[in-house]
């Protein structure tokens, strides 16, 4: 690698660190669907392995200031991802479908950097989905109503209107209003594009 070039990565390793939401979406627009297909060849579910993909760049965020290099963004990912993966499996008590063999021919596809110094004593993912939930019970009533109707139940606008007697424009000001206020909850944890993807699959 040129000096040049190093200077650059070194450059744009500041301004990730100090939390410069430009350079994590940067990070995020590169990455993503490369460790959303990763976790998929683990999980062999296309919606779950957008949610651990999800998970390992909320902790790459919350862990950034722990990052020593370039490179170890992507070994981050990689490897929380891997981990996030195999524990999904083993919970669900299918790891035996997978030889020792097959799960070390996955963990070569890593790009391996040692993370075991890292000190991950930041906000877990699991805190987060309990800050999420906090702000659900915290709405006004009907505007929890509207949104757990919503995002729970998997019903439309037009249903929720007419099992709470309201209209179709009250259900989506409801929405608009628990969504701007999950948001804002969130906006001193996450960048905006992460907030983007859980509103997205807050379920």
């Not at 744009?12 to 994590?24: I, Q, V, W």
């Not at 579910?45 to 949610?51: I, P, Q």
């Amino acid at each position: 690698m040129g000096i040049e070039q190093q200077e650059m990565n070194d450059f744009f390793m500041l301004r990730f660190k100090n939390g410069d939401e430009k350079a994590f979406e940067t990070i995020f627009k590169s990455d993503y669907n490369k460790i959303v297909g990763f976790c998929n060849q683990f999980v062999n579910d296309r919606e779950r392995a957008k949610n651990q993909a999800q998970e390992a760049f909320i902790n790459l965020w919350l862990n950034r200031e722990k990052i020593a290099t370039f490179n170890g963004i992507r070994s981050f990912l990689y490897t929380y991802a891997k981990s996030a993966c195999l524990n999904y499996i083993r919970h669900e008590k299918v790891v035996s479908k997978y030889s020792d063999k097959q799960l070390q021919q996955k963990e070569n596809l890593l790009n391996r950097e040692v993370l075991e110094s890292f000190d991950f004593n930041s906000l877990e993912f699991s805190e987060l989905e309990e800050l999420i939930l906090r702000s659900i019970d915290e709405l006004p009533e009907k505007c929890r109503q509207v949104f757990v109707m919503s995002r729970f139940d998997g019903k439309t606008n037009r249903e929720i209107a007419e099992e709470l007697g309201i209209s179709v424009k009250s259900v989506e000001a409801n929405m608009t209003r628990a969504l701007k206020a999950l948001k804002s909850n969130l906006s001193d944890y996450l960048p905006l594009v992460l907030i983007q993807i859980i509103m997205q699959y807050v379920s």
